[in-house]
């Protein structure tokens, strides 16, 4: 069974960083690329990121880019956000997904990112 | 904003057939196969109703189908039940390793 955990997520002050953690089992991780995708209270959902299996393509939201950093450790099976100057806007759930035809098959738990002094 | 346009609301009695929309552009919706669903019951990650259009993922009742033309998908549910109500999601391929979403449509079941 795929499962995806993410962790790392908390409260974080206006300008602040966070970095969070997807860690994957029941699939083969270094062949799969992982997203994250985020969802504010009572909003829709928002594709953040990405990262090709081995790394050497990732993609970035405008909205994030120069900001966040999307890597991963596939010795650890685990993928990292690296989320820095944090807005208040950005308070969302942060799912770790896997995209499989287009569409995302397997979604994690959810971290709540608070953003807020 | 987001990028696919959905409408906010949606209802129905149980046993009747919903529909909803999902309109993109020439260079998303109409430009790929790839268009998804997803189902979100409060306080819940979303589950995958459909791929690639048309295609059901394993354990998806057949009373969820999802259909394209042009730059707009649907979705219909079909023999509405209580446990249907809840948000529901499109997404398409948006190119360059791309991911839209749609806003989501609160469906109620009357």
């Known amino acids: 069974e795929v499962q995806l955990v993410e962790s790392g997520g908390g409260l974080v002050q206006p300008g602040g960083s966070l970095r969070l953690s997807c860690s994957g089992s029941?699939?083969?991780?270094?062949?799969?690329?992982i997203n994250w995708v985020r969802q504010a209270p009572g909003k829709g959902l928002e594709h953040v990121s990405g990262?090709?299996?081995?790394?050497?393509?990732?993609y970035y939201a405008d909205s994030v880019k120069g900001r966040f950093t999307i890597s991963r450790d596939n010795s650890k099976n685990t993928v990292y956000l690296q989320m820095n100057s944090l807005r208040p806007d950005e308070t969302a759930v942060y799912y770790c997904?896997?995209?499989?035809?287009?569409?995302?098959?397997?979604w994690g738990q959810g971290t709540l990112v608070t953003v807020s002094s | 904003q987001s990028a696919l346009t959905q409408p906010p609301s949606a209802s129905g009695s149980p046993g009747q057939s919903v529909t909803i929309s999902c309109t993109g552009t020439?260079?998303?919706?109409?430009?790929?196969?790839?268009v998804s669903w997803y189902q979100q019951h409060p306080g819940k990650a979303p589950k995958l109703l459909i791929f690639?259009?048309?295609k059901r993922p394993s354990g998806v009742p057949d009373r969820f189908s999802g259909s394209k033309s042009g730059n707009t998908a649907s979705l219909t549910v079909s023999g509405l039940q209580a446990e249907d109500e809840a948000d529901y999601f499109c997404?398409?391929?948006?190119?360059?390793?791309?991911?839209?979403f749609g806003g989501g449509t609160k469906l109620t079941v009357l």
């Open positions: 029941g699939f083969i991780f270094s062949n799969s690329a």
């Open positions: 997404s398409s391929d948006g190119g360059n390793s791309n991911l839209l």
């Open positions: 997904v896997k995209v499989v035809s287009g569409g995302v098959q397997h």
């Open positions: 690639e259009v048309f």
């Open positions: 020439d260079s998303d919706v109409d430009n790929y196969r790839y």
């Open positions: 990262i090709s299996s081995n790394g050497d393509v990732t």
